[in-house]
């Protein structure tokens, strides 16, 4: 089990930047031994895939719409995984949730949204233009 608080979304324009961090309160399993992802939902659309990172923090995968902007990482020092998103877009306005997989093996990292047991509430990104 573990719980899973986002932070650090708000108004930002444009071309800006912004961290966004998921802590986490996990009880009798590490947190270093989840998997981790970021999620996003624009209103009227479905949940996406944005970013997600290995239990030790050495690989990575992003969606295509992100790369090159966003980068996830992780402080298992700290039971805290990051999401730093520059260049921000009109496009990238949504709820960003994290999440965590439990039964992942070490050095991978899903997309598929359903492998992830645990989610946080989110935090709003809004950009303007």
């Known amino acids: 089990q573990v719980q899973l608080v986002e932070s650090g979304g708000g108004l930002v324009q444009a071309g800006g930047s912004l961290r966004l961090s998921c802590s986490a309160s996990?009880?009798?399993?590490?947190?270093?031994?989840?998997?981790m992802g970021w999620f996003r939902q624009a209103p009227g659309k479905e949940r996406e895939f944005v970013a997600a990172?290995?239990?030790?923090?050495?690989?990575?995968v992003y969606a295509d719409s992100v790369k090159g902007r966003f980068t996830i990482s992780r402080d298992n020092a700290k039971n805290t995984v990051y999401l730093q998103i520059n260049s921000l877009k009109r496009e990238d306005t949504a709820i960003y949730y994290c999440?965590?997989?439990?039964?992942?093996?070490?050095?991978?990292?899903?997309?598929?949204?359903?492998?992830?047991?645990?989610w946080g509430q989110g935090t709003q990104v809004t950009v303007s233009s």
């Open positions: 999440a965590a997989d439990r039964t992942a093996i070490d050095g991978w990292a899903s997309r598929g949204p359903n492998v992830y047991d645990y």
């Open positions: 990172i290995s239990r030790n923090g050495k690989s990575t």
């Open positions: 996990s009880s009798g399993r590490p947190f270093s031994e989840y998997a």
